[in-house]
């Protein structure tokens, strides 16, 4: 039992470890060869629900697409975007808490232009403070 609880600790500790990627300046909205990712909402907050919205210049299609974190890995949460209107992709986002007063997330879009097969990224990083 005490090695279980042992390992459960480690666990705990090392899912808000320090993550060694370099931060870099948050923003709410990108611009990527006028194709736009951007978070709908004011301010993010965590454990509540947010949409995030991507407007490509071309038609894509999304090969991949979630959330990570940049200064505490905290595993990456998976986006799922469906299109609407015919040129806007949506997708409902959401963080977890961590012991950080501020976190810094990204989103990453990995897609391919169907006018150039080009696999492209776009990312976006925000960031939530905690209460």
Not at 42 to 62: A, D, L, S
Not at 80 to 104: I, L, N, P, W
Request: charged fraction near 20%; aromatic fraction near 8%.
């Amino acid at each position: 039992m005490r090695i279980l609880t042992i390992i459960f600790t480690a666990l705990i500790l090392t899912s808000c470890g320090e993550f060694s990627r370099s931060q870099k300046a948050p923003s709410k909205e990108q611009h990527i060869n006028s194709s736009e990712l951007k978070i709908n909402e004011q301010t993010v907050k965590p454990e509540t629900e947010f949409e995030i919205v991507f407007t490509p210049r071309n038609k894509i299609e999304i090969i991949d697409a979630h959330i990570e974190g940049v200064n505490m890995y905290m595993g990456k949460i998976p986006l799922f975007f469906s299109q609407k209107d015919g040129s806007t992709y949506h997708a409902m986002g959401m963080v977890g808490v961590c012991s950080k007063r501020e976190m810094v997330w990204q989103i990453q879009l990995r897609y391919r232009d169907i006018s150039s097969q080009l696999e492209k990224t776009a990312t976006l990083n925000f960031v939530v403070t905690n209460a």
